[in-house]
């Protein structure tokens, strides 16, 4: 698609400087963006990454639109209030989306006599529904995906080539489930005895609540006694692994490579970064904030942020940090210290050693 500046510029009701004629017939970032490109600036703090764009047509944020089109008047600027928003809104007309599937089932997927699929749903080829299933209408289910018995799939979900959801797990409407995660194998409880690991039954479900969305290769296993819960709109990310009984609560991102032990708990809002750890039975209050490869071994308050490992409040890791970077000076400084007791140290032997001196007369 190609569009002028000033054709975007009405589309978005956005304040022109420069150039209205530009031609725009691609969308790309700002370190990648060419002549006839559309890009953006999301905010002040990215004002320094301008110094090498060659975009033709930035959109920037409406207060510092008309002196950056001063400072680059070959550039034509769009001034609006949320430019990262407008651009992810503009970016389809740039790009071939492709459509969802065509609604039907293959006939190389195996639907069982007693399962239930809904209307306009897409049943891809080698996808398996099994007994008991129950399937909303307008769901995708791609190509080599398998439905456990008694699972329930609300309205509206998309299961991506090869998740697995085991038996008796429960998605709420419009969750997302990315390729390769598997929902509801058995959690990893054991019980020594008589010289051996013997294997704690797990006859427990999962429950993902409606608008989350799952990345590829997460797992999230199924409870011992109740549910493992995923609380509506929560977001994780590939690679994650949600231990058993765990209940994460609503809108939480979880980023890649967090492992929450079994029976942890979170609060709404939470933020685990990368490869964070997350020991059993541990409680993240409602709003924390978690640092990436953070070892989290209790539980944290609400509204809390912690880092390190063993992670702990923000404030006393940044201490920590500044104290070690102190270490060098400090160790440089013992030394001389030390260097200097020990000559101290030989004085004081030296006039311990030496015959008596005459007693000092006073003066006159």
């Known amino acids: 698609m190609s569009l002028t500046a000033a054709d975007l510029a009405r589309l978005v009701s956005a304040e022109l400087f420069g150039p209205a004629d530009r031609s725009i017939t691609g969308a790309a970032a700002l370190e990648e963006a060419g002549p006839e490109d559309l890009s953006f600036v999301a905010d002040a703090r990215q004002l320094s990454r301008m110094g090498n764009c060659r975009a033709g047509t930035l959109l920037v944020p409406a207060s510092h639109a008309a002196a950056l089109a001063a400072a680059a008047p070959a550039v034509t600027m769009l001034g609006v209030a949320e430019p990262q928003r407008i651009f992810q809104e503009l970016l389809p007309r740039f790009r071939n989306v492709r459509p969802r599937p065509a609604r039907g089932v293959s006939p190389h997927a195996f639907i069982s006599p007693t399962a239930t699929v809904g209307p306009d749903c897409y049943v891809g080829p080698g996808a398996v529904i099994d007994d008991e299933a129950v399937v909303g209408p307008d769901c995708d289910i791609y190509p080599g995906a398998v439905i456990g018995r008694g699972c329930r799939v609300a309205e509206s979900v998309t299961l991506h080539p090869h998740v ?21 194998a058995d959690g990893f409880g054991y019980r020594f005895a008589e010289g051996a690991f013997q294997k704690i039954p797990q006859l427990g479900h999962v429950v ?7 990345g590829a290769g997460a797992m999230v296993d199924r409870g011992a006694i109740g549910a493992t819960v995923i609380g509506a709109g929560t977001k994780l990310d590939n690679m994650v692994m949600v231990g058993h009984n765990c209940r994460v609560g609503k809108h939480n991102v979880i980023a890649s490579q967090v492992g929450l032990a079994g029976s942890c708990s979170t609060g ?4 685990l970064g ?6 059993d039975h541990v409680h993240i ?25 063993p992670a702990t409040p923000e404030a006393e890791q940044k201490r920590l940090l500044f104290s070690l970077k102190r270490v060098p000076d400090m160790r440089t400084d013992f030394k001389a210290l030390q260097k200097q007791v020990q000559e101290l140290q030989a004085r004081l032997e030296a006039l311990q050693a030496a015959p008596d001196l005459p007693p000092l007369r006073a003066a006159g």
């Not at 993902?208 to 799952?214: Q, T």
């Not at 709404?268 to 933020?271: Q, W």
């Not at 990368?274 to 020991?279: A, E, K, P, S």
């Open 164 to 184: 697995v959801l085991y038996h008796d797990v429960q998605v709420g409407a419009r969750t997302i489930i990315h390729a390769g995660a598997v929902i509801g």
């Open 208 to 214: 993902i609540e409606e608008d989350v969305e799952i």
């Open 268 to 271: 709404d809002y939470v933020r």
């Open 274 to 279: 990368g490869q964070v750890g997350v020991c």
């Open 285 to 309: 209050g409602t709003g924390c904030a978690i640092g990436a490869k953070s070892g989290i071994h209790k539980s944290i308050p609400a509204g809390e942020t912690w880092v390190g490992y």
